[in-house]
Every structure is written in C-alpha cells, then in structure tokens.
C-alpha cells in the first residue's frame, strides 16, 4: 500500500514521488499513475496568490484557445518540450508543428460531441519562481450543455525566456 491514501494503477514499482499539499504523483514501470483518492484543499493559497496568478492565467488562456479550437493560440498556450501522459502512453512533442500534428479538433468534435470545456477546479499546489504544479479538475460539454464526462489532471507550468506556458500535462482524459 502506498503512503497517503493513494492506490496503483498499474501495480508496479514507484520510481518518482513527487509530494505536495495534498498530493502526489508517481511515475511508475512501465509508465503509469497512482491516483490521489483526496480531494484539494477548498480554498487557495491566499498567502501565495501573487505568486499563483501567472501559471493560473495561463492554464485559463490554454482552456481558452482550447475552447476555440484555436490551434495556433493553444500552441502558443505551451512550452515546448511539451509532455501529456495520458492512458499509459508518454507523448512528447519537440516543437510547436509536432504538437500540432498529434490533435485533430475536428476529428476529436466529431468522435466525441465536444462543444467546450471548464475548469472546476484549478489550484496551484507546489510553486517556484519559474515553475508550479497546478492540480486541476474540467469537465467536458456537449452544445446542449449536457456533461460528457469530468477528468483529473496535473499540469507542470513553466516559466520559459518570460512566457509561462503549460509545458506536462499528466491526465486522466483519453490521448485523443
């Protein structure tokens, strides 16, 4: 069993904890997650919120260009490399042009029924000058506004040459 309240979901070995506040997240072999079964604190850090506002604003200008369906803005949303780990598969893309051949909007309306998504939550976790760990839970929706489903996720944001960009997303939402 492992420490806080946490379960596999892969059943192997943990190779990278990463602790915070209220959770963690774990690497393991072969790639896998191990899942918080708590839910964040109810309120943000007040003591930090200068500190907060520039990673948060840009997880709500990667949610808006996302929105849009927008590729050329959700590109500009990240820093490269950019990393998503999702169902067990580590995608990483070099550049902005990679990036952008490993999504489809179309395709993804189409196969999903996707209209939009919203944060319902988003709470920075762990923080540095350059970097932090803002736990996040969205909700997807249909055009009628009917829910599609609610995922789980952990965004590295980073702060590169000035820009401060989503740069790893670890998520429970499906690769495409």
């Known amino acids: 069993m492992l420490p806080c309240g946490w379960r596999s979901m892969c059943g192997t070995t943990v190779l990278l904890a990463v602790a915070g506040p209220w959770a963690c997240l774990a690497i393991t ?25 520039p990673p948060l604003a840009a997880c709500d200008e ?9 590729m050329a803005a959700w590109r500009r949303t ?15 893309s070099q550049t902005p042009d ?3 051949r490993e999504w489809d909007f179309a395709e993804f309306t189409r196969r999903t029924g996707w209209h939009h998504s919203r ?6 976790v762990q923080r540095a000058p350059d970097k932090a760990h803002v736990a996040v839970r969205f909700t997807r929706y249909r055009a009628d506004g009917s829910k599609i489903a609610t995922y789980d996720a952990l965004y590295v944001v980073t702060k590169i040459n000035g820009h401060w960009g989503v740069q790893i997303r670890s998520t429970f939402a499906p690769r495409k």
Do not use: C, W
């Open 29 to 53: 072999a072969p790639v896998g997650i191990v899942a918080a079964t708590e839910q964040p604190p109810s309120q943000p850090d007040a003591a930090n919120a200068d500190l907060d506002a």
């Open 62 to 70: 990667f949610m808006a260009a996302f929105n849009a369906s927008d």
């Open 98 to 100: 990679e990036y952008e």
């Open 119 to 124: 944060y319902d939550y988003k709470q920075v």
């Open 78 to 92: 990240l820093n490269y490399p950019h990393v998503r780990l999702a169902e067990g598969t580590v995608v990483v």
